[in-house]
């Protein structure tokens, strides 16, 4: 967990969703710049999809050598550009990893919509978020390392990325002390809970292959059952 300020009670959330439009799995790999010349065909829809295909292939970049020893060479190259052509799209590679956090942000929000309208009790909602969390962060990028890299943001970005965070962080832990009100949960520290899933979840973004032994759906289902086994309420319990 990283040591921010502003300080974020949750820790870092990892992303993707760019704009309201959900983009192709890593798991169907274009051949290289196909997402870049096929992306879209109005000028509006062009910009918004060839600006998430940089930002995908930057994500992963970023994972596999790291936000430092990554340049935007590097990308243009990944992407079958020249590097003038990204400046259209980005300023620099420190907008990339403030629009992936961005992005982690809209996908943490999208899982907890979602698990808030799942009908049954607290722990039912507990895991429904878990699940689809990790489904969604296993998806898109296959997940990505990159929102380790929380102090390369500018003092402002990391601001507005923390309120997002904590507001996730907020609704997490009321989820949790529904269900230990409505008894499906065992009586446990609600921050606690989700720095301990959080962080697993983090580890995963730094093991994490699409092509790896486990799918992102197996991924999802052993994380929310192991989630579900280490909280819900026991028969025994006082």
């Known amino acids: 967990m990283h040591r921010i300020e502003p300080r974020a009670d949750c ?6 969703v760019i704009a309201g439009r959900r983009e192709t799995t890593l798991a169907a790999r274009p051949r290289k710049a196909d997402a870049w010349k096929d992306a879209g065909q109005s000028r509006d829809d062009q910009f918004a999809a060839k600006r998430a295909a940089l930002i ?10 790291g936000f430092y020893n990554t340049s935007l060479d590097d990308i243009a190259a990944e992407l079958g550009v020249t590097k003038p052509a990204l ?8 907008e990339i990893l403030y629009a992936c956090h961005q992005i982690s942000n809209e996908l943490g929000a999208q ?5 808030e309208s799942v009908p049954g009790n607290g722990l039912d909602r507990v895991v429904a978020l878990a699940r689809r969390y990790v489904e969604l962060l296993t998806g898109e990028f296959g997940a990505s390392a990159v929102l380790m890299e929380f102090d390369a943001l500018q003092p402002e970005n990391k601001k507005m990325i923390v309120t997002g965070r904590n507001r996730f962080d907020r609704r997490f832990r009321a989820l949790i002390a529904t269900g230990v009100e409505d008894g499906s949960i065992r009586k446990v520290d609600s921050k606690l809970t989700v720095f301990f899933f959080m962080g697993s979840v983090n580890w995963m973004t730094r093991w994490f292959r699409p092509d790896g032994a486990f799918s992102g759906q197996e991924m999802a289902d052993r994380f929310a059952d192991y989630l579900r086994e280490s909280i819900k309420a026991r028969s025994n319990q006082i």
């Open 87 to 94: 400046y259209y799209y980005v300023k620099n590679k420190e």
């Open 56 to 65: 995908r292939k930057a994500a992963r970049a970023f994972s596999a050598r």
């Open 111 to 115: 899982a907890m919509k979602y698990a």
């Open 11 to 16: 820790l870092s959330l990892p992303v993707l």
